[in-house]
């Protein structure tokens, strides 16, 4: 039996074919265009395979509710031609199985509490800190949500006394995607994320905003563990700075196990996501 | 068949005897003193009667994971004598029945969901402003507990840039609660909250703050009701200017029903807590 895995992301779609030990069987990637386009190509791969289940895990925001008519659709998005479109919807006309779809950020803290950094765990917070900050819930070994998935980077932060910035997002401004996603740190300093240096001052402000965002996670929900990824989180000295600035801020309130063992990086670099819709797909077979 | 459910704030305490529709045979209500005074009360009341389980909604923070050494303990707190007292263990001594131990604000919660304002809900988040900023939350019509209860009054919230005040809680200076909490209003303005009239400027303040808590409880928890109540919430104008605020701070970013049934205050003041715990002790009854 096979299963299959999609990633769809708003700059990449990445499809994978799995068998039942989770082997990857034949992986591939390609720019995310039109949807169209996008899915001629999704169409392509899996009209190769007789896969018994797909777990879709996409960019959003997105209709996750069964009950809501939007359901299966990709919401409010600048990406050109894929406001409102129906993905699950065009996905189901083409291949008569089940699916299993929520967002990107909820397949990969899936991804990682299942095979990553969340092992052994029952809940975590996965958070992506890359072109925006997102986040998905897993409580009880489940997908969490509320009437829609989270939208974890999207809440005020409070200001560095000297940050003059006026945030990058363009429905809060400076709500904490738009203080510390990765395109922040380039309108700040002019330089890109990846090619700042890690003594660049600018760090210390981003871990000082992030580590406030773990702080409102902790009181609200209380995960086991906190697992940060994307690009961002590629700077292998910001998880330190985090947990530095995590500490003084929650000034011990609440009693979290060791912040090494409570807030850690993915282990599953850039794949956390395909392989949690891998997992789902195939969790929907035993059903 | 006779339930028994108490309140155990920080102030008073409140205990209560019910019968199987819930009808309250008895209720009385103490000051805090110190918890052996305090416990002896408790026993002289509930002595008089053979109930078959108790529900607790206790202040806190206190160890609420039964897996934990300190689980029914009063954990830190400033109240004299309560620091690391066995309120559980005390009440399990005297009486082997059934009880549920939680916090005040989680039994609120559940009071709210199942005969208050969020009837006919699955999931909610009471919140009370007063003395402090807390809340509980419930998910598929339980309460919702992650590594310890929420303590969603204590993470941080952009200031409003004309605000000066420094914040009076005394672990986290400006956070939620050392920004917007009953003695923050008297604080800032010399006059008991209590006695500010509806036309001082100090509620819109007190609005943009509490509007922002909300956005992070809805884009991270996304409940389909916010519950607001507590001493603060008994001014009548301020729930509107909280739902403008958070309209505002929103921006449509997040859909959420019309912000009338999202955001309401509370339907049974003062009580939600010992009803909700009169509610959790009949439960157990049933188990």
Redo the contacts between chains.
Sequence with gaps: MLVGGIEAGGTKFVCAVANEQLEMIEKISFPTVSPEETLKQVFAFFDQYHVAAIGIGSFG?IGVRPDQPKYGYV??TPKKGWENFDVLGTLKSRYSIPMYWTTDVNTAAYGELKMGAAQGCS?CIYVTVGTGIGGG?I?DRQI?????????G??????HPEDTYKGCCP??Q?CLEGLASGPSLEARTGIKGEQLTADDPIWELQAYYLA?AL???T??????KIVLGGGVMNQDHLLQKIRRHFLK?????????SVEEYIVRWELPNESGLIGALLLAMELTNQ
Tied chains: 1, 2.
């Design positions: 925001p919401l409010s809940s819930i409580v969490f949500q509320g009437i829609s998935h989270p939208e974890m999207h809440f005020f932060v409070k200001r429905y809060h400076d406030q702080v409102a996670y009181v609200i929900v209380g995960p086991e801020a929650i000034n011990g309130y609440v009693q979290v196990p």
